[in-house]
Nanobody, 116 residues
């Protein structure tokens, strides 16, 4: 199974970006899938995730600005990021979990840079 993330880039503060992550290969039932980010010198942290039933969770810093969604038929998870701030600058990684896997799967990361 591979997770391919895309959609990162350089934007000005206040603008929007949409990240996508597509799972390919032999894909068992994916339970929770989501986005994490890691800024320079900081730990990787959860941004948002969504369960197979559609329940979502968000880091407090992105609530009201970011929206996570998933398309189970297409094995895709998206992250709509609005009103971006310089502190959102980080490498964003998608992560998927399945009861068929011993460990979660991670995508390769996509860089988001927000200028002030």
């Amino acid at each position: 199974v591979q997770l391919q993330a895309s959609g990162g880039g350089l934007v000005q503060a206040g603008r929007s970006l949409r990240l996508s992550c597509v799972a390919s290969g032999r894909i068992p039932s994916i339970t929770t899938i989501g986005w994490y980010r890691q800024a320079p010198g900081r730990r990787r942290e959860l941004v948002a995730d969504i369960t197979s039933g559609g329940s979502t969770s968000y880091d407090d810093s992105v609530k009201g600005r970011f929206t996570i969604s998933r398309d189970n038929a297409k094995n895709t998870v998206n992250l709509q990021m609005n009103d971006l701030k310089p502190e959102d600058t980080a490498i964003y990684y998608c992560k998927a979990e399945s009861p068929s896997w011993y460990d979660p799967k991670w995508g390769q990361g996509t860089l988001v840079t927000v200028s002030s």
